[in-house]
Antibody
Framework: QVQLQESGPGLVKPSGTLSLTCAVS?????????WSWVRQPPGKGLEWIGE???????NYNPSLKSRVTISVDKSKNQFSLKLSSVTAADTAVYYC???????????????WGQGTMVTVSS | SSELTQDPAVSVALGQTVRITCQGD??????ASWYQQKPGQAPVLVIY???NRPSGIPDRFSGSSSGNTASLTITGAQAEDEADYYC??????????FGGGTKLTVL
């Protein structure tokens, strides 16, 4: 079965760039799914960051779009997140997730990574 | 509007039925999906589409929708159902949205 595993630094300095990778195992990143990043600040709700298809097509949350880049590496079966100009407000658990479904009207995030905590602090 | 609104907290007596709701204009065009999240764990998909349960999700979980409101119903709530529940859909631009979450307490 498909599994996702996030990795990356747990501490990032203010104004720096947060970089995370999500490794896909048990399946191909080139399958007919979109791959997303979702974050959750401590004690708060879930926020969708953006998504990528294996072709490289992306969609981003408008509130983060100017700072976010999501990329895919098919040779390594993984996708990555870069978030620039970070502040303390970007401190959160970051999850990668698979979006599964035939139609946009009924798709869902069916597989999630365990999440990785990223703290923005000097 | 491009928001999904959930009640912050709901409680239910053990074995009783509880409905958790999610309101938003986008729900007139898109089905909601529902996620259960227990402390320190990643969210788990419990309902998607019209009323579909992933493998392994008990049949006491069901979903429905009417107008701008989607509902997650737990029929015969168990102690292990105590968790935060989030709805998800898309806005008019096709971007994903999450509701603010509902904390379910099983008494």
């Amino acid at each position: 079965q498909v599994q996702l595993q996030e990795s990356g630094p747990g501490l990032v300095k203010p104004s720096g760039t947060l970089s995370l990778t999500c490794a896909v195992s048990g399946g191909s990143i080139s399958s007919s799914n979109w791959w997303s990043w979702v974050r959750q600040p401590p004690g708060k709700g879930l926020e969708w960051i953006g998504e990528i298809y294996h072709s490289g097509s992306t969609n981003y949350n408008p509130s983060l779009k100017s700072r976010v880049t999501i990329s895919v590496d098919k040779s390594k079966n993984q996708f990555s997140l870069k978030l620039s100009s970070v502040t303390a407000a970007d401190t959160a658990v970051y999850y990668c997730a698979r979006l599964h479904g035939i139609a946009a009207s009924s798709d869902a995030f069916d597989i999630w990574g365990q999440g990785t905590m990223v703290t923005v602090s000097s | 509007s491009s928001e999904l609104t959930q009640d912050p907290a709901v409680s239910v007596a053990l074995g009783q039925t509880v409905r958790i709701t999610c309101q938003g204009d986008s729900l007139r065009s898109y089905y909601a999906s529902w996620y259960q999240q227990k402390p320190g764990q990643a969210p788990v998909l419990v309902i998607y589409g019209k009323n579909n349960r992933p493998s392994g999700i008990p049949d006491r979980f069901s979903g429905s929708s009417s107008g701008n409101t989607a509902s997650l119903t737990i029929t015969g709530a168990q102690a292990e159902d105590e968790a935060d529940y989030y709805c998800n859909s898309r806005d008019s631009s096709g971007n994903h949205l999450f509701g603010g979450g509902t904390k379910l307490t099983v008494l």
